[in-house]
C-alpha cells in the first residue's frame, strides 16, 4: 500500500525532468514539491511518535518510502530532515526538544541536518573535532568546521556534534540543537559530482548557545551519536537497495528493446548473466534492509533485539552500497554507448551510488567494523 | 518479515536439541562433525547406524505427513531441526537423497502400491537410495540422456541399459530411482520413464570417480539391461520428464536452510585460525572476513524473508530463485578465504597419504559447488528468463 502510492506519486512528481531542474540549482530541491511531501503525502509523519503528532509507524514502512525515493532519485531535504534529524531527535532528544521539534518537522515547517565529521576519512566518533565549551553563566560556546553535511546549506536546523576540549575517540561528545541562520553559523555549499544531493561545509566561529540547546548526556553522548549514525545509515541503504533496483529494471527494459545482429541483446548469456548477477545483489541488499529495519523498529522500541543494531545497519550499508554501484555500473555497460550520454539517466544512478558509498562510513570502514565485531566474539 | 521463531517453535527447538545432546553421544561421538560434503565416504557404516538410530527417535523424514510416517512439521520447524542437526555436529546423513526427493517424489506422483512398499523403509532409515540423472553426454542438458529403457514382455519386467554419472551414494545404495527413454529414437524431454531399480543385481556395476580431492564421493554406474519391475515405474511411459521436473523442486527445498549453521561452523573455525596465527591482523583479510560475515547473514535474512508469511513483499519467489547462486559462491568464497588466512601452512596435508585437512576439504569441494545441481551458468539463465522474462536459451537444464 505504502509502496505503491510511493511509487506512483514518485513517477510522476520526481520524474527525469524534475529531478533534471531540481539538482541544477544551489538548493538542490523544489519547495512546491517539499510542500507536497509534508502536507499532502505527510511521509515526514511515518515513524514520528503519536505523541508527537506523529503516525507512528514502523522503521520498516520508512525504509519503503526511501526505497521508492531512492529508485526516483527524489531531490528533497527527506533524508537530511528525518533520516538524520528526527533519528537524532528520537535517540538523544530531551523531551522538551522532541515536544518542539517534532511538531515543527510534523507541519513541516522545519528542515534539518546533521554536522559531525571533520572531513577526515574516519566516519565515526573519532572525526568530530569541534569543541564545545561550558562558560560560567550555563552559556555554551561551539567552535569548529564540518564537511560533507548533506543539505547543511539549506536547513533551518541544525544538530551538531562537538567535544570537550582535549578529549579524543568516544570521550566527551556533546550534540546540541542550533540554529542555521546565526551570523557565527558560516555555510558554504560544496558542489558535488552527483547532483542529486546537495552538500555544504559548516564553520562555528564562537557561537554562543543556551544549555537547553544541548541534547542528552552531553559530555558522554558517542553512543547516541553512533545509533543516530546507525539509523540514517539503513535509511540510506534502502535509498540504494532501491538504486540497485532500479539499475536492474531500467537495464532489462533497454536490452530487451534494444536489437543487434537482428536479434534483442538481452538474448546474448553474456548480456543475461549480467543482469542475472544483477538480481541476486539487488534481492540479497532488499533482504538486508528489511532485517535492518526491523531491528532499528527493535531498537527504537527498547526491544532486546536493538543491540544488533550497528552490526545490522553496516551489514546493510556495506552490502547495499556496492549492490548499487554494482549494478548501476552493469547498468552503464548494459546500455552500451547511451549509458554515456548526460541524456540517459543511467549516470544519475552511477554517481548517486558511488556518493553513497563514499559518505556516512564508506563501505571499508563499515566492514572493519564488522570484522572487528565477529573477531571479538570467537 | 521475521526477526526469528515463535515461542512453539522454539519449544521445538528445545525437543531436537536435547534429543541430539542425549542420543549424539557414546558410539556415535566419533562421527560428530563427519561425513558431510567432502567427507562423505568416511564412517559410512556408524553413519547408516546413526540413520536408524535418528529413526528410532522420528527425527527422520520430519516433514513428512503423518500418514507416511513424518511429524508434518511445518516449514520452520523443519529449518530449525536442520540447524540444531548442523549445530549438534550431526553426521552427514546417508539417507537424505531417499528423505528429500526420492520419497518426495513417491508421495507426489507414485502409486498406492508404491507408498506403500518404499516410504516406510526410507523413514526407517534400512533402504539407502542414489539418484540417476546426469549422464556422460547429459550434464546442464538434462534432457539429453541416452539411457534406455525397454519392456521385456516374457518376462514382465523393464530392462535398463546405458551409464548414469555423479551418482553420489551409488555404491552404498539399495535404489536408484532415474530417468531413460521408454520409447527409442526420442529426443529431449519427450518419450522417458521414471524408474525404481533395485541397485544389487549383477547387471549394475559401480565405479568411483577419483576427484581431485583424492576422494572418491561420486561414482559411474553402468546398467547392462538390469532389470526393473514392472511396478517401479513411476507415472506413465513418456511422462518421466514430469516427474523428474517435480522433483527438481524438491530438492531446492528446505534442506538448504539448515545448511547455513553448517557454514556457521566452518566460518567460526576459520576466524580461530585467524585470530592464532595472527592473520587477523591483515586488513586485507579483515575485510574479506567482514565479506563472509556478511554474505551469511544475509544468506539468513534471505531465508527469514522466504519464511515470512505475513511479509508485504511480492518479491519472495525471487528470493527463492537467487538461492543456489548465492549460497555455491558464497561457500566457494570462504573455502579460499580458508586457505588464504592459513597461510603457507595451507599446503600442508594432514598425513603422507593425501589425507586433506578438514578446511582443505572445504576448499576443494566448495569448487563443485557452482557445478553440482544446476551450475552457476544455468541458474543465471534460470534467474534471466524465469525472473526476468529475458529471451530463452534453446534448451536449458529445466527444459
Given at each position: 500500500m505504502i509502496a505503491e502510492t510511493a511509487e506512483t506519486f514518485l513517477v510522476s512528481q520526481s520524474s527525469s525532468e524534475r529531478v533534471r531542474a531540481a539538482m541544477a540549482t544551489e538548493l538542490g530541491f523544489d519547495e512546491n514539491l517539499w510542500a507536497q511531501i509534508t502536507q499532502e503525502m505527510g511521509w515526514q509523519l511515518t515513524h514520528i511518535p503519536q505523541q508527537y503528532d506523529g503516525l507512528g509507524l514502523g522503521y520498516v514502512e520508512l525504509c519503503i518510502l526511501f526505497e521508492h525515493m531512492g529508485q526516483n532519485l527524489l531531490c528533497a531535504p527527506f533524508f537530511s530532515t528525518i533520516a538524520l534529524g528526527a533519528n537524532a531527535l528520537l535517540v538523544a532528544g530531551t523531551d522538551d526538544q522532541k515536544a518542539e521539534a517534532f511538531v515543527a518537522i510534523a507541519a513541516g515547517e522545519s528542515r534539518y541536518a546533521l554536522a559531525y565529521s571533520d572531513g577526515s576519512r574516519c566516519w565515526g566518533c573519532e572525526s568530530v573535532t569541534a569543541e564545545y565549551q561550558q562558560l560560567d553563566d550555563g552559556v555554551i560556546e561551539l567552535n569548529g568546521e564540518y564537511s560533507f553535511v548533506v543539505d547543511g546549506h539549506t536547513a533551518d536546523k541544525l544538530i551538531v556534534a562537538a567535544r570537550e576540549p582535549g578529549s579524543s575517540g568516544r570521550d566527551g561528545i556533546g550534540l546540541f540543537m542550533i540554529a542555521g541562520d546565526s551570523p557565527e553559523v558560516v555555510r558554504q555549499w560544496t558542489p558535488t559530482m552527483d547532483q542529486t544531493r546537495k552538500l555544504a561545509s559548516i564553520k562555528l566561529k564562537g557561537l554562543r548557545v543556551a544549555i537547553d540547546s544541548a541534547m542528552l548526556d552531553m559530555g558522554n553522548a558517542a553512543q547516541h551519536l553512533d545509533n543516530i549514525l546507525a539509523l540514517a545509515n539503513i535509511a540510506q541503504s534502502a535509498e540504494q537497495m532501491g538504486v540497485a533496483d532500479k539499475s536492474l529494471r531500467m537495464s532489462v527494459d533497454y536490452i530487451s528493446e534494444r536489437k543487434q545482429f537482428g536479434r534483442s541483446v538481452g538474448s546474448f548469456q553474456a548480456i543475461k548473466h549480467k543482469a542475472a548477477d544483477m538480481m541476486t545483489k539487488a534481492e540479497a541488499a532488499r533482504s538486508a534492509v528489511y532485517y535492518a529495519a526491523c531491528i532499528a523498529d527493535e531498537f527504537l522500541a527498547d526491544g532486546p533485539m536493538g543491540d544488533q543494531l550497528l552490526e545490522a545497519a553496516s551489514i546493510a550499508k556495506a552490502y547495499c552500497c556496492e549492490a548499487a554501484f554494482f549494478n548501476a555500473g552493469c547498468a552503464l555497460q548494459l546500455h552500451g554507448g547511451v549509458g554515456f550520454t548526460w541524456e540517459y539517466d543511467v549516470h544519475l544512478y552511477f554517481k548517486r551510488a558511488k556518493a553513497a558509498q563514499v559518505s556516512f562510513g564508506d563501505t571499508a570502514w563499515h566492514k572493519e567494523r564488522l570484522a572487528a565485531m565477529v573477531l571479538e566474539a570467537v | 518479515m521475521?526477526?526469528?521463531?515463535?515461542?512453539?517453535?522454539?519449544?521445538?527447538?528445545?525437543?531436537?536439541?536435547?534429543?541430539?545432546?542425549?542420543?549424539?553421544?557414546?558410539?556415535?561421538?566419533?562421527?560428530?562433525?563427519?561425513?558431510?560434503?567432502?567427507?562423505?565416504?568416511?564412517?559410512?557404516?556408524?553413519?547408516?547406524?546413526?540413520?536408524?538410530?535418528?529413526?528410532?527417535?522420528?527425527?527422520?523424514?520430519?516433514?513428512?505427513?503423518?500418514?507416511?510416517?513424518?511429524?508434518?512439521?511445518?516449514?520452520?520447524?523443519?529449518?530449525?531441526?536442520?540447524?540444531?542437526?548442523?549445530?549438534?555436529?550431526?553426521?552427514?546423513?546417508?539417507?537424505?537423497?531417499?528423505?528429500?526427493?526420492?520419497?518426495?517424489?513417491?508421495?507426489?506422483?507414485?502409486?498406492?502400491?508404491?507408498?506403500?512398499?518404499?516410504?516406510?523403509?526410507?523413514?526407517?532409515?534400512?533402504?539407502?537410495?542414489?539418484?540417476?540423472?546426469?549422464?556422460?553426454?547429459?550434464?546442464?542438458?538434462?534432457?539429453?540422456?541416452?539411457?534406455?529403457?525397454?519392456?521385456?514382455?516374457?518376462?514382465?519386467?523393464?530392462?535398463?541399459?546405458?551409464?548414469?554419472?555423479?551418482?553420489?551414494?551409488?555404491?552404498?545404495?539399495?535404489?536408484c530411482f532415474l530417468i531413460a527413454r521408454t520409447e527409442a529414437g526420442s529426443k529431449g524431454n519427450k518419450g522417458l520413464g521414471f524408474f525404481l531399480v533395485p541397485m544389487h543385481q549383477k547387471e549394475i556395476e559401480v565405479r568411483p570417480i577419483l576427484q581431485l580431492t583424492g576422494t572418491s564421493e561420486f561414482n559411474e554406474v553402468f546398467f547392462d539391461g538390469a532389470v526393473c519391475e514392472q511396478d517401479c515405474l513411476v507415472g506413465e511411459p513418456g511422462e518421466g520428464w514430469k516427474v523428474a521436473m517435480g522433483l527438481l523442486a524438491f530438492e531446492r527445498g528446505v534442506s538448504t536452510l539448515g545448511q547455513q549453521m553448517l557454514f556457521q561452523n566452518e566460518f567460526e573455525e576459520i576466524l580461530k585460525i585467524a585470530k592464532q596465527n595472527g592473520a587477523d591482523q591483515d586488513p586485507s583479510i579483515r575485510q574479506r572476513i567482514a565479506d563472509a560475515h556478511i554474505g551469511l547473514k544475509i544468506m539468513r535474512y534471505n531465508s527469514l524473508r522466504t519464511l515470512s508469511t505475513d511479509s508485504t513483499d511480492s518479491k519472495l519467489k525471487q528470493a527463492g530463485m537467487i538461492y543456489k547462486l548465492y549460497w555455491s559462491s558464497w561457500h566457494r568464497n570462504l573455502g579460499n578465504l580458508a586457505m588464504d588466512v592459513l597461510g603457507p601452512q595451507a599446503d600442508l596435508v594432514e598425513q603422507g597419504d593425501y589425507e586433506l585437512t578438514r578446511l582443505q576439504s572445504l576448499f576443494l569441494f566448495t569448487r563443485s559447488d557452482t557445478i553440482y545441481g544446476g551450475t552457476n551458468q544455468i541458474q543465471r539463465n534460470i534467474i534471466a528468463e524465469r525472473a526476468l522474462g529475458l529471451p530463452r536459451e534453446p534448451q536449458t537444464f529445466l527444459g
Open positions: - | 521475521k526477526l526469528g521463531f515463535t515461542d512453539q517453535d522454539e519449544a521445538f527447538r528445545d525437543s531436537i536439541a536435547t534429543w541430539l545432546a542425549d542420543n549424539l553421544s557414546g558410539e556415535f561421538e566419533k562421527i560428530r562433525f563427519r561425513g558431510g560434503p567432502g567427507d562423505e565416504h568416511m564412517f559410512f557404516e556408524e553413519r547408516v547406524a546413526w540413520e536408524k538410530k535418528l529413526a528410532e527417535g522420528d527425527w527422520t523424514c520430519v516433514g513428512w505427513p503423518q500418514e507416511f510416517g513424518g511429524r508434518a512439521c511445518s516449514l520452520e520447524q523443519q529449518v530449525i531441526f536442520h540447524e540444531e542437526y548442523a549445530r549438534a555436529g550431526g553426521p552427514g546423513r546417508v539417507g537424505h537423497i531417499g528423505e528429500g526427493l526420492a520419497g518426495p517424489t513417491i508421495m507426489a506422483f507414485g502409486s498406492r502400491a508404491q507408498k506403500d512398499r518404499f516410504l516406510p523403509k526410507i523413514k526407517s532409515g534400512e533402504e539407502l537410495w542414489c539418484q540417476g540423472y546426469s549422464e556422460p553426454g547429459a550434464g546442464s542438458d538434462l534432457a539429453n540422456i541416452s539411457t534406455k529403457a525397454k519392456f521385456d514382455a516374457d518376462a514382465k519386467v523393464w530392462r535398463i541399459t546405458g551409464q548414469k554419472v555423479w551418482t553420489s551414494l551409488a555404491h552404498e545404495s539399495d535404489w
